[in-house]
């Protein structure tokens, strides 16, 4: 079965070979685990390839988040084929007219936007980052539940490798409805903190289910896939 690299060798490595393309996965971790990093490291894969790529972010503001890039000597206003889309709400594109329109948040909207985006674009992979605050405007479980499967259907239907990160560590209804969970966990042992990753779901794909270190360097994240964290 064909791969495609997450942009992190280590996760590739645990992964398998990488993500079965066409499906949606969520990458789950606590503030300043890596979400946004390891997202941006995705999607550089797919420029890298030739491919276009889009990435949403629906709380950081886009000019703080290609601030962060830099410090990782990333570009993004230089790498053509990534797209970027700012849908937080301080930003002013055409999401945030659909998104945030009198602070009162709208799903639908906000699909039809990414969807016109993505016939234009046809992207191959796409990054929204966070979805959490999706689930927060939403004002049923139910709700929620219908309008996510919309989205993904969405994704499915234009065959995208969608990366969906979430702030939630809890299960929740969307852990479900996803291809793939990919996790950021941290513990505390002796006044030290240890951060690993795990792959806690992977549909179609045999994968290390060991939970492994990595670490955020000036170079990105880089997982060492042959050690264990509690060594
Ligand atoms: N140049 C760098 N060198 C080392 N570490 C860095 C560098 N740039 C960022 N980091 C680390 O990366 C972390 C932020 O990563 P990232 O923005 O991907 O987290 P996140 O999970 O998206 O967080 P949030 O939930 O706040 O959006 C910072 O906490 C910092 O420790
Ligand atoms: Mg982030």
Known sequence: MTR???????LDKMLNGGLIPGRTYLVRGGPGSGKTI???????AGAKAGENCIYITLEEPMDEIKEDMESLGIDLDAIENIYTFDASPSGDSLFADS????????????????????????????VVDPVT??????RSE????RDMISLLSLFRTHKT???LTSEKMSVSSEDYLVSGIIEYV????????????KIKKMR??????????????????KVFSEESLFE
């Open 4 to 10: 495609i690299s997450t942009g992190v060798e280590g």
């Open 38 to 44: 390891l997202s941006m490291q995705f999607l550089i």
């Open 99 to 126: 998104f945030f329109k009198n602070l009162e948040l709208d799903i639908p909207g906000f699909k039809a936007a990414l969807e016109e985006k993505v016939r234009e674009l046809k992207p191959s992979r796409i």
């Open 133 to 138: 605050i999706l689930e927060l405007v939403s």
């Open 142 to 145: 139910a709700e929620y539940r």
């Open 161 to 163: 490798t969608t990366l």
């Open 186 to 197: 941290e513990y505390e042992m002796r006044g030290k903190v240890l951060r690993g990753i």
């Open 204 to 221: 179609g794909t045999k994968f290390d289910d060991s939970i492994r270190p990595y670490r955020i360097t000036s170079k990105g994240i």
